[in-house]
Each structure stands twice: as structure tokens, then as C-alpha cells.
């Protein structure tokens, strides 16, 4: 879908102008994951950041508009001033359209992307009150919103990807995926098992549920320049668990750090099997995300390399997985 979208930067670009009213001097596009485009453009010579989030046509085009309108109305609350509402395109509604797309364009938010910096002890702190604040809402309040269901998509599809492996081993293309993956190829089915053995343990436990980001991640997070906390990207919202806004940090290194300040900051208590299954799944997600793109056709050279060394980078930091959960697993005993 990346790729499909960054063929269409002059629709974009005109979409934006025309529907919108925004006309950004400079687009560059970003890596933004598999479900959208990040971008920047230059004004009076700041850098300025807004993020479009694409769904392909099938989408539940209801659900999400409902979505779309709880975090207009938390954004309009003063408590919540870290929530940034998606730009409405016409007058009671916020999804555009583009060919078999339909977008949702978060507003230019001036600052930093929190993976582009070193994020200090005070943020983590703040970021900790802020999500705290998020799920002591009352979710009887926002009926509108799904309740989550532990999906193990991505185990089945890692699986899939697993059983055309040795074919990839002969293609031009796809030889260095094959000769990224296959070393991993065990560890990462025991992962595959592991996760949907959380997955089915946590449907059948039917936690009680709280209001969640959904996809809490640093690319979602930016710093403005006056100190405050934004948080984009808010279409996945939904009744879940506090785990999966808890696993907010991709590399399971700096999860526990932010563990701790979240459980001094709320009170709360945490699972861990909840805590290694969304971590599990964050990591599946992204080698699967990896390789299903390096198969498109359509990538040319520096897509296709640049996607190769992302995909290094997701199983390069799987080494730390085991190390990560034993420290999550003392910081829980600490707050107990």
C-alpha cells in the first residue's frame, strides 16, 4: 500500500489543496509503517509534521467515522489537550478519498518525532500521567468504540510466509530475504506458537477493558517545541488492555524503562502475559509487514533496499526479546 500511495504524491498534493484547504511547499515522504504516510514541509523555515493514515475501500467506513468522531471529543476536552484530532474534510466528517482509498489526515503538528530524539526521564514521566489519564476514562461512556480482540493474524501470516521460504532461496529478488530470515526461522516459529497461545488464553480470560490508543508507537508521539506531548494517529482507538498502550516502545530495551515510570505513576497493576503477547505481536507484525512488501513488484531499487534494512532491524533487535521480558518480569514483582 506504501508504495502504491508514493505513486501518487501529485493526487495527494492536490487533495490536500483542494478538499482540505492545505498547501504544504514541500512533501517528503517518510516510512510510516504499512498503513499510512508521514511527511513534512518546510514553513517560514520550520519543519512541520502531519501523518495520512490510508485504509483500503472495505474498510468499515461507519466504524471508523464513529471512531474518528470519540477522538474529536476528547480532543475538545481540555483534559486531553496530548490528543490530536484527524482534520474533518466536510462538516461532521473525517475520511477523504482517493481512488480505492480512503484517508484520514492528521493536522501539521509542529515538533519532533519522539524517534527522532532521545527522549528524557521528565517525558517518560509525563508520557506515563498522560496514557494514565487516557485509561482511567470511564469506556461505558464511549459506546461507540470496539472492544478488542487479541488478533493473531500476524502469527498466521509469518506461518504462510514460512512455507514459501525455500522458493524465495532461488529468486532474484527475494534471495536476501531468504538469507535474512532463514537463520531466524526457528525462533521466530516457537514465537509464532507463543503468541497465539497468549492470544487464545487472554480471549478466554475477558479481562475487564479500558480505553486505548491502539497503536502507541514513537513515531506516533512528538515533542512541540514549547515542551508539550502530542499523540497522533488515534484511528485505531478501542476498549482493550492498559498492556498494549503500556508496550509503546518497539525496542523491547526501553520498554521496562517506561514500564516503571507507568506503574509509579498509575497504581496500577499489570500482566506480563498480556505485556509478551503485544510485544510478540508488535515484533511478528513488523518482519511480516517487511516481507510481504519486499515481494510487490513495483518497488524499485532504493525502496527494496531500504525495506531490506529495515527488516535487518526488526530481527537484529528480536536478540534483546528474551533479556527484555526477565526485566519486565522484576519490575512487575517491584509494584506487586
Known sequence: MQADLLNKLDQIEAL?????????????????????L??????????????IVGFRTGVDGQMLERQLQVIDRLAQTAAFDFVVSPLPKLAGGFVGRLAEYCLVIYPFVEGVLQRDSQTTSRQLNELGTLIGQLHALDPAQYPALAAQVFSTAEAERLTAIFSQLPKFAGHANLKPVYDLLAPWEQRLRRDVEQCVQLGESLRRANHPQVITHGDLSPGNIIFTPGGQIKIIDWEGIQLGLPEQDVNMFSDIRHLPHFLATYLKVNKRSLQLDALIFFNLTFVLEGVVQRVELLQEEALNEVQRQHELD?????LHGHQWFDVGVEQIREILKRFD
Do not use: C, M, N, W
Not at 478538499?19 to 511547499?25: E, K, Q, T
Not at 529495515?310 to 526488526?314: D, F, I, R, S, V
Open 16 to 36: 490536500l489543496a483542494l478538499d482540505y484547504g492545505l498547501a504544504p511547499s514541500q512533501l517528503v515522504f517518510l516510512p510510516a509503517g504499512e498503513d499510512g
Open 38 to 51: 508521514l511527511y513534512t514541509f518546510q514553513s517560514h523555515g520550520q519543519r512541520l509534521i502531519a501523518k
Open 310 to 314: 529495515e527488516l535487518a532491524a526488526e
